[in-house]
């Protein structure tokens, strides 16, 4: 049996704590896991990914609020069932004292994931950056901080939001020093996930986007933040980015990010998207998508973790392109099209799968 | 120079006239073939395909509307631009000389589509439907008569229409016989077209589509027709198909189809998705489509007459499931999701190229 | 003090569950009264209506499921919260005790409804039909038989469905004889109540309706109910209506209502509008509603059942027609804009406070 | 027979060319005064405004692209049929020889109007402003300029636009010296009028609403100007205020006004609103409007200066609240409710025919 750590830098946030309520509730039957990528019969069965039975978390965070009291929030905004949080409190307590206060030293950060490696006895741990956007900055960012603290421990990093992490030069060097893998950026969970199908539909029908405008609005944690500019700025651009690499031209518009805190954990995206036919012939689509960040996030956050621990364990090093699939930023000259990126993944996998066979 | 002959059946309708209108067009530089999925670099280069200057027209129709007529009707619902109807009008009187009347006589449609070959001394004929859905009915529909009077006369038939074409037993029988393609059914133009590229989505993310219901409005010959409850039907089960191929399962709700003539020949599809996610959690899409069903169409047909008339001419025969990405609801055991119909219809032409290399 | 009786058809239904739940938490002083009309300042200050302490609940239901588990079952489904039917759990079993089957024979309701006020002191009994819409018949309604029975006890009637209750000629003759007043039909609770003031909007600026189309997507019992097409035909014939009589034409285009269970009790409606401006400019307007039916109707029967009684003390008889406000099919020849149906309500009730004084 | 001229500030602008336009088509019977609200009957016969046959319109503008250019490129866009601007090319024409250069010289703008005035032997003038957004500046704004030369000219002034126009408290002071009437500000043509019926529509269902996002999408002269971060921030104030006033509290949301030259001139905008009914439940409603605001605007210039003329004809003067229901941002006191807009207009009107009988 192998043992995987996952290790959260959030680890008291939204995503964090549904990603661990979420791990529990399937492992204990309680709940299918549904949103988890290699729960489908193609990846399950492909590869050798640690079994959700033999993950085991721990994590940084600034705040102190306690796991189940951050997850009894969860519950009054309609992320997470009240008889699930009920039925894995006690471990949620037990997880609790794998948390550590968050930190700007890189040799803590590195002592902090190595302290957890022993303790329980781990194969390895994957550290995955959950906490919320960073606005740019001119010295080393915090994300990039836990990625170097992560390599110095000989672990994996994974970069689930669109701050700099593993992108940094002095990270990327310490992940090659290692010979370690690492992933990234910007899990992709609502608006981009749906321009990432629907735009290679316009390129695949030769059809003219003409503008492609977005609003997204949110409230919650990750919305508070991004009401920052700063922060709004380096979300908004990891959000462009897709239809100008799927397309191969940049269409008019632009998309926005509104904090409204009534919305809640329930985000909505609205886009029109116009367009040209046949001797140029006006038409358009509009979608609004209403999508719970939180519950879309955790089952890929599993994923990244699997994946990611997987890679290690097989001995590959830099960063894991084949994962582009799940970021909307994708590290890597790599395709942008969901399906695209799905084959890609499915095809590395099948690979581990036969090397093993 | 190999000169390939296009037969629209129902000549005089939207789609058959945006079609010739819109290659004459592209033919005389007075616009881009935008829409034309054989125009794209990747298909455009691998396969020998007839030119859009080498396309000849005729067709049947029931109707004795002038082209230029039916033309200047598309100029005032929006559909085709006046000024390049002004320079095409003497073109259309030229194929005006090359339509004859519908009929129910196999023999007759052989006759006139083998007359036309002759006439004009074309290589191959492709037999396209574009008429009105009919009803179904208990003996040898109109559609399938076509396609009989096709094979007859020893031409490819290409249905894109739900009606049931080639897909009668007889019509296949004689397609063996004479050892000719076809390919169908109903161009994929819509609410279908994004049904196959969401679908897709919701079943890589592993997310739980509870119910998909859709409404379609729209105005224009074709709606007048659907609201006549059998071809209505017909049109509806077709559309439904898709969801249960991808995902495996039939959400709840179903596909509604609406006439109001003052939508004209902009439809507006409206479709609802709920699904749920990790833990439960509930979550929702919504699109709406604006489209011009002519200005989708005509392209495509383009690009089914010179890919049949390429398999043709390659002593192909019996369905072409390779052409899946065209139709709503493809003939044979083929992928529903676009982008695998996508791949498919990719490597079938670079076979080609390679065999002609 | 006056006390006042509110009688419940379809007491165990959702409507009226969630009706009860309202007031008793409302009187508790744990919600406050939002979405009741008679709560706003105009409206409560203005006339001596019962007060929220001074109701009392019974009713008839052919099912016999008890209140509680009614209850828990709405909070399974979001529509009440967990804590506030816990505080009520012990009123509502005592209004369990007021329940009576649902019977087809008129002495027999008014029998039960004379019995409640008698063995409750109460001053009058308002009896309002919620219960689900029931198909065109060729008898003696079900919903007619109740309204005979209100009547015959001497109890005011209010039907707050498009059943044909109070409006049968039998029902309005016992009425008149008896001197009772009644109001109906159907509560204007979603995309009806839109209509009544996005209608008025196009009206007044003198811009022409093309054509309004809606769709209606509906699961929990009401739905169920009406996917039977003869009781769907009479709540779209109800849902028509007021088009015509506020824009004095009727637009192309329908309302349809269709059966998704998944969607539970959040209704989902969907209306295209396009109208045509100066020189025949073609705009739309597209909206989509997603109402609780029981959260929007429960404040509605309160109110109603104030008016009524307060209408019954002043001696007033016959249709209410000063309550159209709060019905989509109001009895009549009344204004169907919501702004004239408001000024309508407010001077009838403003003139009761200048009486008094 | 009372001759009125009709002055507009933008005269070459979509607004200005448009009443033009639909003026002359009108008067020659080719096209229905839609959109007129003072062509509705309840308007018409009530007071004795002024004809459509006896209005002459002049004008300023920096620009000096010809009237007959500006009309054909308002019919590329589609809000002008084609047909109906060479009918009226002619009359263009000698419109165009009572357009002035547009002049920051107040003496220069009374000059000109009166000039207008004379050589036309028009009874009175109305100064209407349909020039773009002016950002908000230090000095005496170009608006209140033409402000301040209209009434110095004796000339009544409408604005249009959020501009400050009449509202500089040197151009107020003119007016009442002068004794001359004013209206304003920023005709209310599409989300704001949407606004103003469905706010209404919560307050008189005693609804909460919680959150109201705005999202506004327009290409066009306009939406270039207000891309200009100062012109965008005049706009969004004025569209937020009608909220508060309606409600009586505000909403968390708020307005976004992005510039996206493909739309053109048919705007879009996307609102979601979300609420709170009996006992918290949680609703959503949300609206698309696609609205060409040239064909909007048009009609509604018109009834300003027709309605303003028939006030200063009555000597009416100082700020004309009676026509709110025109505004975004009307001046004074006065309802934001359109259907209390629309009260406090028709019986003004109606006085007015009361007094002539």
């Not at 003409?210 to 949110?218: I, K, M, P, Q, V």
């Not at 269409?251 to 029109?272: C, F, H, M, Q, S």
């Amino acid at each position: 049996m192998v043992r995987t750590g996952v290790w959260l830098v959030g680890a008291r946030g939204s995503v964090a704590v549904t990603t661990m309520v979420g791990t529990l509730a399937a492992r204990a039957g309680l709940a299918e896991p549904v949103g988890c990528v290699t729960e489908l019969p193609g990846l399950r069965d492909a590869a050798a990914l640690p079994a959700l039975n033999d993950l085991v978390f721990g994590g940084h965070d600034t705040s102190s609020v306690p796991l189940v009291k951050k997850a009894h929030a969860l519950v009054g905004s309609g992320v997470l069932p009240a008889a699930i949080v009920e039925a894995v409190a006690d471990e949620l307590h037990r997880i609790e004292a794998c948390l550590r206060p968050g930190t700007t030293s890189i040799e803590q950060v590195a002592a902090d994931v190595a302290g957890f490696r022993e303790q329980h006895r781990l194969d390895r741990v994957v550290v995955v950056n959950v906490s919320s956007t960073e606005p740019s900055s001119d010295g080393l960012p915090a994300s990039s901080r836990y990625a170097c603290g992560a390599f110095t421990a000989g672990c994996s990093y994974v970069d689930f939001t669109p701050s700099l992490g593993a992108r940094h030069p002095e990270a990327m060097r310490l992940a090659v020093h290692h010979g370690l893998p690492y992933a990234g950026n910007d899990g992709k969970t609502g608006e981009t996930l749906l321009k990432s199908v629907l735009a290679p539909m316009f390129a695949m029908r030769n059809l003219r986007v003409r503008s492609w405008s977005g609003t997204n609005l949110l409230g919650g944690g990750d919305g508070a933040n991004l009401a920052d500019p700063g922060a709004n700025a380096v979300k908004v651009a990891s959000k462009q980015r897709v239809l100008r690499e799927i397309l191969g031209y940049e269409p008019e518009g632009g998309t926005r990010i509104d904090y409204v805190p009534d919305i809640g954990d329930l985000k909505t995206a609205w886009d029109l998207i116009t367009f040209s036919g046949f001797l140029g012939t006006r038409m358009r689509l509009e979608f609004t998508w209403h999508g719970c960040d939180s519950a879309l996030a955790a089952p890929l956050v599993i994923d990244l973790a699997r994946l990611t621990a997987a890679a290690h364990s097989r001995g590959i090093s830099g960063p894991l392109t084949q994962l582009a699939f799940f970021f909307k930023d994708p590290i890597g000259v790599v395709p942008h099209a969901l399906p695209d990126q799905w084959r890609l993944l499915c095809d590395w996998v099948s690979g581990w799968a036969r090397e093993t066979a």
